[in-house]
């Protein structure tokens, strides 16, 4: 039998419709980041953002029943996540200036950002399955802010300059294989 | 074939695009490939890293969920419909301003009084259902919202229930009773 963390999100849902608590603390390992990061980055404190962080799971368990793309999970996560940022903010008066319109409204879904956030989460979670040292090359070649140049790159990985290239373009192809095994952002 | 350095690459993706680049991109599925892997890191790469919340968390939620059910979808609907009059009401009606239903069906009589956002989002539903039979079980009330179930509460017989809640338009109350009926009353402003 597949371990839960396995399982795409249709199984993950029927099984929690089952009742099986090992699939409900899958479906919340895969998306517990997402969901976290959303809520902090609509203004709201730590604090405030555990807090909607547990409604939105609350409200999902609730909704199971009823989820019609399983797939489409972030998405769901990230309407329920602005909706409820919304609700405390305006219970708490707490909310950053400008944020709230768009954090309510489905029609306005900033679907773009959900999309790359959620491309980042499994594309860190193939670079942790792909293994150093391409994922710290990876890592600090794209993810770095601000990005750097080949010498800082070199500087920070320890590796000569001239040995960059070549491992970089042999990491790309790992990670590429790696990510037509995941299917990840297709 | 000759295929473009990465640096080339790399400033085609940020959006120099030369047509020779263009030119080759179509007809060289490795090239596009590595392409569509750089456009892909980069996008991940831009909308910074995810943050991951305290484990305890998640076993705060486990244990809330593991007393609660999920709601399960109705098995048969019964649409309250709302009145040409209330509907006129609801289209003429300030924000603010409460709009009625009260309707007397098979078994069963309901009043909801529905009273739109004025400048939050926030809806204020206040409702009674008196049942003919079985007033000794708990109805349960349901707010939904396509997919979502927002709130879920437990009513009685007689007694006064009030939702207050954020919800776009086009939200769903359903009144589940004991009997496997479910009532269903839309919004009236949608
Ligand atoms: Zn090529």
Redesign the interface.
Do not use: C, F
């Given at each position: 039998m597949s371990s839960a963390q396995d399982l795409n999100n249709s199984e993950l849902v029927r099984r929690c419709l089952d009742g099986d608590d090992d699939a409900w603390r899958a479906l919340m390992q895969r998306y517990k980041s997402l969901v976290y990061t959303m809520a902090l980055r609509t203004g709201l404190d730590q604090e405030a953002a555990q807090e909607v962080f547990q409604l939105v799971w609350i409200e999902l368990y609730r909704s199971l029943a009823r989820i019609r793309e399983p797939d489409a999970l972030p998405g769901w996560l990230s309407i329920a996540t602005r909706r409820l940022c919304y609700r405390h903010a305006m219970d708490r008066s707490r909310w950053v200036e400008g944020t709230f319109e768009e954090m309510v409204d489905p029609g306005e879904a900033p679907d773009a950002f959900v999309e790359n956030l959620d491309l980042r989460r499994k594309l860190e979670e193939t670079l942790d399955e792909v293994g150093e040292p391409c994922a710290s090359l990876i890592r600090i070649l794209f993810f770095h802010s601000p990005p750097l140049s080949y010498d800082e790159v070199a500087r920070k990985t320890e590796m000569p300059r001239g040995t960059i290239g070549p491992l970089r373009s042999r990491c790309l192809t790992k990670l590429m294989k790696a990510m037509k095994a995941t299917e990840v952002g297709s | 074939m000759k295929h473009p350095s990465?640096e080339q690459w790399l400033t085609f993706v940020s959006g120099d695009e030369t047509s020779e680049l263009a030119v080759h991109l179509e007809a060289c599925g490795e090239c596009s490939?590595?392409v569509e892997?750089i456009r892909?890191?980069?996008?991940?790469?831009?909308?910074?890293?995810?943050?991951?919340?305290?484990d305890a968390?998640?076993d705060?939620?486990?244990s809330?969920?593991?007393s609660?059910r999920?709601?399960?979808?109705a098995q048969t609907e019964e649409q309250v419909e709302w009145e040409l009059a209330d509907v006129r009401g609801a289209q003429t009606a300030s924000p603010g301003e409460p709009v009625f239903l009260a309707r007397s069906l098979p078994g069963v009589q309901l009043s909801v009084l529905v009273t739109a956002p004025q400048a939050?989002?926030?809806w204020r539903l206040q409702g009674q259902v008196w049942v003919d039979r079985g007033g000794d079980r708990p109805i349960r009330v349901v707010l939904?919202h396509?997919?979502?179930?927002?709130c879920?509460l437990q009513t009685r017989d007689g007694d006064q229930f009030t939702i207050d809640?954020?919800?776009?338009h086009g939200w769903k109350l359903e009144i589940h009773l004991a009997d496997d009926r479910t009532l269903v009353i839309e919004d009236p402003f949608a």
């Open positions: - | 990465w490939r590595e892997l892909r890191l980069q996008s991940a790469g831009a909308v910074g890293s995810l943050v991951s919340p305290p968390l998640l705060e939620i486990e809330q969920t593991a609660m999920p709601v399960a979808n939050e989002r926030r939904a396509a997919d979502h179930v927002l879920e809640e954020v919800s776009d």
